[in-house]
């Protein structure tokens, strides 16, 4: 059995591959998830008691016999525990800190036989057993033995020639109301949604890939939206990103070698 923290778009990738590859996995995730990309995120099962991603059902229990029958259905288990405190009662084979906080917000070596971070904010052999690149080019998906991710640019991966305009955040604080649904084809300067009186705009024409729920009560500067210049991958709102197939794919090798070598 093995625990990721955190199930937004990234982490659904590597919850996926796990699960598919025959491990029991355990979410464990806050009770308001931020996922911007909800139509592939394992974690909006807080919200709705159950959903699935690509045939793959993802759902809320309480306790580790809800866990057990879960599993035994062919289903990923999710519980609310944004501190990890069922860790030490579930003792897993290993523990997937998949939060991308760009920093480490609790997970320790201590915590599983092995244990995996996703992206910067850690040491690997300090914090943890191995880190995984998630920073898109040549080195996504990458094992790091020793040392640390590349440091977060802020900066989105460019498509088609746009990096931070596919991304939105919001311009003020309040309850945002989506005007836009995921999957919805919308124009530059377009209203997609309010922040109370204040619009939320499209920056570039393209899919909405992505946003946050509807009634959610926002920071100002907190990322709500994302757009797909690409109008020919409607698809992808509800599909896993090659991106999160390739993390995925690093977690997957990091376990496995060290089940079968004992590290490396």
């Known amino acids: 059995m093995i625990i990721v923290r955190g199930g937004g778009d990234l982490a659904t990738g590597t919850i996926y591959k796990l699960h598919q590859c ?70 897993p084979e290993a523990v997937v800190d998949a939060i991308l906080a760009k920093k480490n917000l609790g997970t320790t070596k201590n915590m599983a036989k092995l244990t995996i971070a996703l992206g910067p904010g850690f040491l690997a052999g300090v914090d943890v057993d191995f880190v995984i690149e998630t920073k898109r080019g040549h080195q996504l998906g990458r094992v790091i033995r020793q040392g640390s991710a590349i440091a977060n640019t802020g900066v989105p991966g460019i498509i088609k020639g746009y990096g931070i305009e596919r991304v939105i955040h919001a311009p003020a604080a309040g309850k945002l109301h989506a005007i836009s649904q995921i999957g919805s084809i919308v124009n530059k300067g377009q209203e997609i949604a309010k ?40 698809e992808n709102c509800t599909t896993i990103s090659d991106k999160a197939r390739c993390i995925a794919g690093g977690v997957l090798e990091a376990l496995v070698c060290s089940q079968v070598y004992g590290g490396l």
């Open 22 to 91: 025959g491990y029991d996995v355990l979410v464990l995730e806050t009770d308001r998830p931020t996922a911007i990309r909800r139509k592939a995120s394992f974690c909006e099962a807080v919200y709705e008691g159950s959903v699935q991603v690509e045939g793959v059902v993802c759902r809320r229990v309480e306790q580790r016999e809800e866990c057990v029958l879960a599993w035994e259905n062919g289903e990923v288990a999710l519980m609310v525990d944004p501190k990890g405190e069922r860790i030490k009662e579930m003792q």
């Open 195 to 234: 922040i109370g009186e204040v619009g939320v705009y499209a920056t570039l024409t393209g899919v909405l890939r992505g946003m946050i729920r509807d009634g959610f009560v926002v920071e100002k500067g907190l990322k709500i939206a994302d757009i797909d210049p690409r109008l020919e991958e409607r």
